[in-house]
């Protein structure tokens, strides 16, 4: 279970992080979709993630970086 765990974590960190590099190079705007969904996916990863390691902190940082991408979804319909 730890190893799920550990890898929901990186497919996370991998999604924030390629999400914020390709919208600092330009390939994908902070208005789109993709970004938006990358940031809810990658911020839920890492909830599960920081819960399992009982880091409350970085959990409620991640929850609120998730409510955030999905009001900016719901706020452009």
Do not use: D, M
């Given at each position: 279970m730890?190893?799920?765990?550990?890898?929901?974590?990186?497919?996370?960190?991998?999604?924030?992080?390629?999400a914020?590099?390709?919208?600092?190079?330009?390939?994908?705007?902070?208005?789109?979709?993709?970004?938006?969904?990358?940031?809810?996916?990658?911020?839920?990863?890492?909830v599960?993630?920081?819960?399992?390691?009982?880091?409350?902190?970085?959990?409620?940082?991640?929850?609120v970086?998730?409510?955030?991408?999905?009001?900016?979804?719901?706020?452009?319909?």
């Open positions: 730890n190893l799920i765990i550990e890898i929901i974590g990186w497919v996370g960190s991998v999604l924030i992080v390629g914020f590099g390709l919208n600092s190079l330009g390939k994908i705007a902070s208005t789109s979709i993709e970004y938006q969904l990358a940031n809810i996916f990658g911020g839920l990863c890492f599960i993630n920081t819960i399992h390691h009982s880091a409350y902190p970085s959990a409620f940082v991640n929850v970086w998730v409510f955030i991408a999905l009001f900016a979804i719901f706020r452009k319909k």
